[in-house]
Nanobody
Framework: QVQLVESGGGLVQPGGSLRLSCAASGINFRLYAMAWYRQAPGKQRDLVAAITSAGSTNYADSVKGRFTISRDNAQNTVYLQMDSLKPEDTAVYYC?????????WGQGTQVTVSS
């Protein structure tokens, strides 16, 4: 059974930081590309950051220079370090694992940026 469990969300003030984690089980983690998406109320789910099995990364323009994605294959975990957070970063953040034609989603974690 595949499970992706996100954690680390919460309420933070503008300019603050959060670190999201996504722990995977039931997959050969090192084969999978991993990504973080987010979905704000009334909006579509958008890609935030992705990391390949080889460690290459890409980011949405809106988060470049502020967010960093990384992975620890020994811990089957992918991280999203979020710095200089803005109110417009408020959303539910989802973890996605993808390999060939197989993909899996986590249940999401809420991030709220507000003073």
């Amino acid at each position: 059974q595949v499970q992706l469990v996100e954690s680390g969300g919460g309420l933070v003030q503008p300019g603050g930081s959060l670190r999201l984690s996504c722990a995977a089980s039931g997959i050969n983690f090192r084969l999978y590309a991993m990504a973080w998406y987010r979905q704000a109320p009334g909006k579509q789910r958008d890609l935030v950051a992705a990391i390949t099995s080889a460690g290459s990364t890409n980011y949405a323009d809106s988060v470049k220079g502020r967010f960093t994605i990384s992975r620890d294959n020994a811990q089957n975990t992918v991280y999203l370090q979020m710095d200089s957070l803005k109110p417009e970063d408020t959303a539910v953040y989802y973890c996605k694992a993808e390999w060939r034609y197989s993909f899996h989603w986590g249940q999401g974690t809420q991030v709220t940026v507000s003073s």
